[in-house]
């Protein structure tokens, strides 16, 4: 493979060792004398706790120590925090009702933790928590979102009597009530956004260990943002010194947001290293991440777009009640508002939105990102009200998004985004023709002659990655900094070493970060490394999500680049006898344009290492540098979905028979990566649309989906194969002109696959996951009505 | 309360103390430290523990170790060539991008190992049909699909070499 590396498929620098069973998971690494913890969990939605009694636990076989809430509150360790702060419509920040480690007198969902058992063995572990007795005193439960507020509702905290944590407002709402009032059509409807699992294969687990030589602390944790972790978990919870606890994420299998937060079992078992002075190892069993991962979506939405008789979008009327669960995470109080009312614009010039967002608690596991986070939710409000309008108003879904489609760049958007640039068009043009949406109708009259029901449906999304700039995320009440650090360390002899705050957990970053850095320094890509994932090794960093790698990661390393560089022309001009404003550097080389003159980098680091020749009296030793790259803007990638479906009226089977998918998402730098990343986040949205779904018992609470045999992950044989490609427009703003995009299949293709059903079945609406009994139905009330 | 467990694991005799509910999942990762073979779930269904048992795909999460007294058991760790080269599965996985986090790899492997020698000629409805065992997070299939295929059709070509040979 020869230069330049940015644009090929170069195959995946990590793929050697996750091939040949070499991957480094955190429950691979194990250390010497190490304990095994069990969290013991609440079998109830919602309950007081009367007494713990814990004698026949202790003396089991192999305990080496057991906690409770009890326990911490007597070690003063803290409550987990909430990243981002809402303010309300009236001013008020939102409730931020304590979020105990362990248990302190009551659980609040089907999981929440209340002891943890620390044995010798696991099995032993399990054995000693069943001989802990829990009285429970048991209270009525509220699982659903639109029941939260109901008078009489049951109430989960302290100080928020009425299960709301927030009712925030985006967008003008007297302009958006006059559009409405003199539009021509107005299409309205009202649904649920699936509560979601997200289901890294790889379950959380973490390592801790303390060392009393030093008062140190090592923890391994299946994490994609270790050094905010590290953060979150020191200064708020556990009162560390942060130089005193190193935190590593190594090999993560998935995350798609769950790993992003700082939960409960990690910093118990932290806390706990210390108090039994041994390693303490968790890995959860899959059952349990069912009840101890942040689930993601949950909206009740009620949407409305008002046109006029051309079909001109003249406002959009959004009311969303999000389920935060029983507890705030880590980032919770983000997702349905920052990250969701401000995608409403979607990629159309529609002049007024206004959307409000209520916040409830609920008898459930705690909601926050999962791919795409908010975001997805918009594109399907914005999507399904497009999709719909055109129906009713007997326009081409395409024609009636074209009509409506940003074309301007920059954009500025009625709730607060705007866009760089953009080509909607470019995207929704290819997708139709690798589609063939001109040879659809004869399709659906070949599938009708088979007794089968054909359906089409698009959608045209747009999405905000890269979570910038600091200062304006800070006025919106985001806690912490959104920028990324990286580092470049050049060896002596001509190898690099990357360092990166932005973390892999199967994105693929040592290969395409090696092959931007590669191309920049013009050296092969075998002798770039990337390290990420270590506290210990990185200067610091905020991780991976928000589909924010490249654009933000990438670029801080970029920056580094830079000033290798210009300090490299520093050395080349001293051993080339120049001034360092004459040399050039290209493809690896500094040189004098127009002499002979030329060094190349791999002995201008030498030089830097040895510097025998070398301007001391000017110049540091060394070529290391680091940076630090907060973005201006966040990046748009757009792009245009579109699915055909098939349905068989007889089952109500659901096949997915071709989907496209045409992004944007700026430059491209290994398309095969982009398109795996396609395809992944593919599978999760047409899973949501079809299959996946969380489902509570509303009366007790109990989650009835908490296995793989009671929920429906997209397997092999629910899906087809893609078809993708991509249309560049580069980013306007970062050095690599990258967008990202890791979350847009996700985001883009829910909305597609309910609009081909509802095409094929001839409904306004269905709800996901559109499984073969809700589509069979579906039918069976609609013959019903005729 | 221990038991004796022998077995012949990646051609070699083992024998490990344990306890009796020892799954040959723990004991392949815990004991004998091949920490390839992955635990992605507690019901039997993701596959990510999937090993070759006497020849056949079985989920090692699925089977007390007991119950592998004298088998001939080969883990993702087992498949390589004598100086490390990929299998022909391993080689088109990596070739087709047909992984990225790598948790469900070395099961998705060990199936599609077997599933190329049970349909030397499938085509994709067999691949995805054969994989329903094997859940894969990360890639929507697609990649995965395209590797089994062509890593499918890599192995029968070095059969025939061999057989030729």
Request: charged share 20%; with cysteine.
């Amino acid at each position: 493979m020869n230069a330049p590396y940015i644009g090929q498929s170069i195959k995946r620098k990590e793929d050697q060792r996750f091939l040949t069973g070499g991957g480094t998971y955190t429950d691979d690494v194990s250390a010497v004398n190490q304990t095994h913890a069990y969290f013991l969990r609440s079998p109830h939605a919602h309950a007081n706790i009367r007494s713990i009694r814990l004698d026949q636990a202790r003396a089991a076989p192999g305990v080496v120590g057991i906690f409770t809430g009890a326990d911490l509150a007597a070690a003063k360790v803290g409550t987990l925090p909430c990243g981002w702060l809402i303010t309300d419509v009236n001013g008020q920040p939102m409730k931020e009702p304590p979020h105990p480690c362990l248990a302190q007198g009551k659980v609040r969902h089907v999981g929440d933790q209340v002891a943890v058992v620390i044995a010798e063995t696991l099995n032993q572990a399990k054995d000693a928590a069943a001989l802990i007795e829990v009285d429970y005193d048991v209270l009525p439960a509220v699982v659903n979102a639109a029941d939260a507020r109901k008078p009489g509702a049951a109430v989960l905290h302290d100080g928020v009597p009425d299960n709301t944590s927030y009712v925030w407002a985006l967008g003008a709402k007297d302009a958006v009530d006059k559009a409405f009032a003199t539009a021509k059509h107005v299409t309205t409807l009202e649904f649920i956004n699936n509560r979601l699992i997200p289901n890294a294969i790889e379950p959380r687990a973490a390592l801790a260990q303390y060392s009393r030589a030093d008062d140190s602390y090592t923890v391994h944790v299946a994490n994609q943002n270790p050094h905010v972790e590290r953060l979150l978990m020191t200064a708020f919870v556990l009162g560390l010194p942060e130089h005193k606890v190193r935190v590593i994420a190594p090999d993560v299998g998935g995350g798609f947001g769950s790993k992003i937060f700082l939960y409960a079992e990690e910093t118990v078992i932290t806390w706990a290293a210390k108090q039994v002075n041994r390693p303490v190892k968790w890995v959860c069993e899959r059952s349990d991440s069912f009840l101890a991962d942040a689930h993601g979506r949950d909206h009740v939405t009620k949407a409305e777009l008002a046109l006029d008789k051309n079909g001109t979008f003249l406002a959009m009327r959004v009311q969303t009640t999000a389920n935060l669960g029983a507890y705030l995470s880590t980032f919770a109080s983000s997702v349905p508002t920052i990250l969701y009312a401000t995608l409403l614009a979607g990629q159309y010039t529609t002049p007024a939105i206004y959307c409000e967002v209520t916040a409830v608690f609920t008898n459930t596991v705690p909601v926050d990102a999962y791919r795409g986070a908010g975001r997805p939710e918009a594109t399907y409000v914005v999507e399904r009200l497009v999709e719909t309008a055109a129906r009713e108003m007997n326009i081409s879904p395409a024609e009636l998004r074209r009509k409506n489609s940003i074309t301007q760049f920059p954009y500025q958007t009625p709730v607060a985004l705007c866009y760089d640039t953009g080509n909607y068009e470019a995207t929704l043009a290819q997708a139709m023709k690798l589609a063939d949406v001109a040879g659809f109708e004869a399709r659906r009259k070949q599938a009708a002659d088979r007794g089968k029901l054909r359906g089409l449906g698009y959608s045209t999304y747009i999405e905000a990655c890269g979570l910038a700039p600091s200062n304006i995320a800070g006025a919106l009440g985001a806690r912490a900094g959104l920028y990324e650090a990286g580092e470049v360390r050049f060896h002596p002899t001509g190898t690099v070493s990357v360092f990166t705050g932005s973390h892999s957990h199967g994105q693929g970053h040592e290969t395409t970060f090696a092959q931007v850095v590669a191309d920049k320094l013009g050296i092969p890509v075998e002798n770039v490394d990337v390290v990420h994932g270590d506290t210990g090794r990185i200067p610091f960093g905020m991780g991976t999500y928000g589909s924010r790698s490249l654009a933000v990661g990438g670029s801080a390393i970029m920056k580094a680049l830079d000033k290798i560089i210009a300090k490299g022309k520093k050395i080349a001009a001293h051993l080339l006898e120049a001034s360092d404003t004459d040399i050039e550097f290209k493809d690896g080389v500094f040189s004098v344009p127009g002499t002979e003159k030329k060094k190349t980098i791999g002995e201008v680091a030498f030089a830097a290492y040895v510097p025998h020749n070398y301007p001391l009296d000017k110049l540091e030793p060394g070529l290391n540098e680091q940076a630090f790259y907060d973005p201006t803007n966040f990046t748009y990638p757009a792009g245009s979905h579109i699915c055909e479906v098939e349905i068989d009226p007889d089952t109500g089977a659901t096949k997915v028979i071709n989907f496209t998918a045409v992004d944007d998402f700026g430059n491209v730098i290994n398309p095969m990566i982009v398109e795996g990343q396609v395809h992944g986040g593919l599978a999760q949205g047409i899973g949501q649309a079809l299959l996946e779904g969380c489902v509570y018992d509303a009366a007790s609470g109990q989650l009835l989906t908490g296995s793989y045999m009671d929920y429906a992950m997209p397997r092999a044989d629910d899906l087809p194969s893609f078809t993708v490609d991509t249309r560049v427009t580069a980013c306007t703003h970062n050095p690599l002109g990258v967008k990202g995009c890791g979350e847009a299949g996700a985001i883009g293709s829910p909305a597609a696959v309910i609009n081909a059903i509802t095409d094929a079945l001839g409904v306004k609406d269905i709800a996901m996951p559109a499984t073969a009994q809700t589509v069979w139905r579906t039918l069976q009330s609609k013959s019903k009505k005729k | 309360m221990t038991v004796s467990v022998s077995l012949t694991v990646n051609g070699k005799a083992v024998t490990a103390d344990i306890d009796p509910r020892t799954l040959l999942a723990q004991l392949l990762r815990e004991n004998l430290h091949l920490t390839g073979t992955h635990i992605g779930c507690d019901t039997g269904q993701c596959g990510a523990c999937t090993v070759h048992l006497n020849g056949r795909a079985v989920k090692a999460c699925n089977l007390l170790a007991v119950q592998a007294h004298g088998a001939n058991v080969t883990t993702i760790e087992g498949i390589c060539g004598a100086h490390g080269e990929l299998h022909p599965m391993q080689a088109a996985f990596r070739e087709h991008h047909g992984l990225q986090c790598g948790f469900c790899t070395p099961g998705m492997v060990m199936n599609a190992i077997e599933l190329a020698q049970k349909h030397p000629n499938a085509n994709e409805a067999t691949v995805r049909a054969e994989l329903d065992g094997n859940l894969c997070r990360c890639t929507g299939y697609h990649n995965i699909v395209k590797a089994v295929l062509a890593g499918a059709a890599d192995m029968s070509k070095s059969v025939n070499n061999s057989v030729k040979g």
